[in-house]
């Protein structure tokens, strides 16, 4: 016990010591605060602020403006053009699975690397008819397809298409369809052929432009 209080006094001993020694070396340099302010407060702040002010509702009025017209009018497909002869192919739409696909209880369907065809599951039901629907011949003529379609518009507005014939429009978003098709000219039929597709370009001779694509 002795020997513990003397090593407990010596260590306290040394301690003073080093403290009395210690030098005071001063401030150096411009000192602030440790602070960092709430980025999702001062969000919350400025909203709070630009509603207030009426600014939030002027740019939600702004964005819905803009997804009005995107609607109304979108962005036509780049690089399509009128069809210039008749002329036919066929698009095998066969493609290759990236990874094994299962069924729930663990069962093979198909193994990665396998090319699987769908249209040998899933047939076409309608043929896909692709247009510029800024081209009022070409509408007439996918209107007057003979068998069930769907008309896919490359340019143009598709609500107001549907508004005047009263059927639906689609639009190729982003030229997704055409790119996975080929398809750089209008209007273009894609048709079921056994297990592939038949894709044909019909030329159209041009008439007036339709009333509906007059600038806002």
């Known amino acids: 016990m002795r020997q513990a209080l003397v090593l407990l006094l010596a260590a306290l001993l040394a301690g003073m010591t080093s403290a009395a020694s210690a030098k005071d070396l001063g401030v150096r340099g411009a000192t602030w605060p440790v ?3 709430d980025l999702l407060e001062e969000i919350e702040a400025r909203l709070v602020e ?3 002010s009426g600014e939030l509702a002027r740019l939600e009025e702004e964005a ?3 997804a009005r017209r995107k609607l109304e009018k979108p962005d036509p497909v780049p690089g399509i053009a009128p069809a210039r002869e008749h002329r036919s192919r066929l698009f095998d739409p066969s493609i290759a699975v990236a990874r094994d696909i299962r069924t729930p ?3 093979l369907i198909a193994a990665a690397g396998t090319r699987v065809n769908p249209l040998e599951r899933l047939p076409l039901t309608r043929d896909l008819v692709f247009v510029d629907g800024r081209r009022e011949a070409e509408i007439a003529w996918a209107l007057a397809h003979e068998r069930p379609v769907k008309i896919v518009l490359l340019a143009g507005r598709p609500l107001d298409l549907m508004r005047a014939h009263r059927r639906p429009f689609f639009f190729d978003a982003g030229g997704r369809l055409a790119a996975r098709f080929g398809i750089a000219a209008t209007p273009s039929l894609v048709e079921q052929a056994g297990t592939v597709l038949r894709i044909t370009e019909f030329p159209i001779p041009d008439r ?4 509906t694509e007059e600038e806002d």
């Open 35 to 37: 602070a960092e302010p």
């Open 50 to 52: 630009m509603q207030r």
């Open 64 to 66: 819905r403006e803009r």
């Open 105 to 107: 209880d663990g069962v």
């Open 208 to 211: 007036s432009p339709v009333g």
